[in-house]
């Protein structure tokens, strides 16, 4: 049954494509259709029903000539063709030819056509037509059910009529009220679909701002490190060899740590079965535990670093913990590359009930004309890299000139707007 009603909708599918690209096809179909079945029996049997037989049967032929007969064949069936397009129209031209008919005295198999039209315009009018369209139907059916009273009775002729304009009526609702639920369905899906696929791309796009921040810190952390190493290693090697030696030993070591951090990075980027994979060349991201390694690696490179905790930073979240390192790592490596060595640098983390501070703040030149260039005509990725990280918490970031230095102060919070942590 799958396979057979798989392809009948493929089938009713493609028919109501090639319908909306040639409606006329099918209207001229039903005109054929209601001619061949309604129209053809009574041409061919014109000029019979002399009288002979039951009463019953007498009004199943006209008494009309074959040219009245056509004449008003086609006025109920031509209609019709319009009975989608202009139902309104299809329905008045057919009742009316449909009246004069009847109150000359002749019935057609052809007057099938009234119920067809009654059916188009309850599926393709106006609904505020149906009810002037009720009355005329009423009309006419009395008018029939008056003219057959020779062969059937008023009431029970009356019966049938209304009975069978009011289950084209209703079937006409019906499909009507079908259609729109479908339309609606089918408008909801392509909602669903374009909202879903607007976030995948801003699932993409904030991964791979997500990898952009993870990347800048790393690379511009260590590289400031190792070119501050470098450039000291060169004057070492010929004064000091010992520092040389020294001085090579650490910009080894960062650069390996370096290379690690971006392995952890660049994993988000493999597919689904290498994410999922467990490696013993990856770590767990930094977190506040790495700090001391941090600052230990800017007082290599020359920076004086005095740092210290307050409350329990064991207890925040490795989310936490990441943001906090990044945003450290950050301050310390602008620290480097804008004041340089022998600066003094004040770093404190302070974990509270509801937020968690950081505060960097060094005694290097503040002025951006003496040694500080890029921190007050341009903020740079770094600076909106901690802003970014900082408003994932609801948190804020300051960073400007203090008395004697520079300073960058970051708020996170720990309890999420609705109130729970």
Known sequence: MGPLVARLSRGGQRLRQADRAHPWVLDTAVVVLVFVMFCLPDLLHAGGGDGDGPRRFRLA??????????????????????????????????????VLQWSLGAALRADIALFIALYSLALHGRLRQLPWACGIMAGAMLLVAVRASAAVSVWDALFFLLSTA?????????????????????????????????RGRLAVAAERARVAREMHDIVGHNLSVIIT????????????????????????????????????????????????????????????????????????????????????????????????????QEALTNTLKHAG???????????????????????????????????????????????????LYGGS?????????????????LVSPGGAP
């Open 341 to 391: 060595a022998g600066t003094g640098v004040n770093l404190a983390i302070v974990v509270e009930e509801t937020q968690v501070s950081v505060q960097v703040q060094d005694t290097g030149p503040a002025d951006p004309t003496s040694g500080r260039p890029g921190r007050a005509n341009e903020e740079g990725h770094g600076l909106v890299g901690m802003q970014e990280r900082t408003a």
């Open 166 to 198: 009011t289950a084209a009526l209703a079937l006409g609702l019906v499909v009507r009220i079908r259609r729109a639920q479908l339309a609606g369905l089918r408008d909801r899906a392509a909602r669903l679909e374009i909202e879903r696929d607007q």
């Open 61 to 98: 032929f006209t008494r009309l000539p074959v040219a009245g007969m056509l004449t008003f064949q086609a006025g109920l069936v031509l209609p019709l063709l319009w009975r989608r397009r202009r139902p309104r129209v299809a329905f008045a031209a057919v009742a009316a030819v449909f």
């Open 397 to 413: 970031l300051s960073a400007g000139p203090t008395g004697g230095g520079w300073t960058v102060k970051a708020v996170l919070n």
């Open 229 to 328: 190493l470098a450039d000291a290693g060169v004057y070492a090697t010929a004064v000091a060899p010992d520092r040389g030696r020294e001085a090579l030993q650490i910009i080894g070591d960062t650069g390996r740590q370096a290379l690690g951090e971006l392995r952890r990075v660049l994993g988000v980027l493999r597919d689904a079965s290498d994410v999922t994979r467990q490696s013993p060349e990856l770590t767990p991201q930094p977190g506040l535990t790495d700090v001391d390694a941090l600052c230990e690696g800017v007082r290599a490179a020359g920076l004086d670093v005095v740092y210290r905790t307050a409350g329990d930073v064991d207890a925040l979240d490795s989310g936490v913990q990441l943001t906090v390192y990044r945003i450290v």
